[in-house]
């Protein structure tokens, strides 16, 4: 019996860095140069600029949030 296999499984995952701009958090690639995803965290838009990737793009973003609070220099 042959197994069926998706064009997914033969592709490329590349992990991607978020950063926050403002209302945007925007992803990109650091395999391949011209991948760029932003996601506006107000109103849910998203677009991506692909490039010329055929890979998997798959990345999170966690803030890290500090107060001036609990700073310490020692």
Do not use: L
Request: charge should be positive; include cysteine; proline fraction near 3%.
């Amino acid at each position: 019996m042959r197994r069926q296999t998706s064009s997914q499984e033969h592709k490329a995952e590349h992990h991607c860095i978020g950063h926050k701009e403002g209302d945007w958090i925007i992803f990109i690639c650091p395999v391949c140069k011209d991948y760029q995803r932003q996601i506006n965290c107000v109103t849910k838009q998203v677009t991506v600029r692909q490039g010329n990737s055929n890979a998997v793009h798959i990345g999170s973003h966690a803030p890290v949030i500090t107060t001036m609070d609990n700073f310490s220099i020692n």
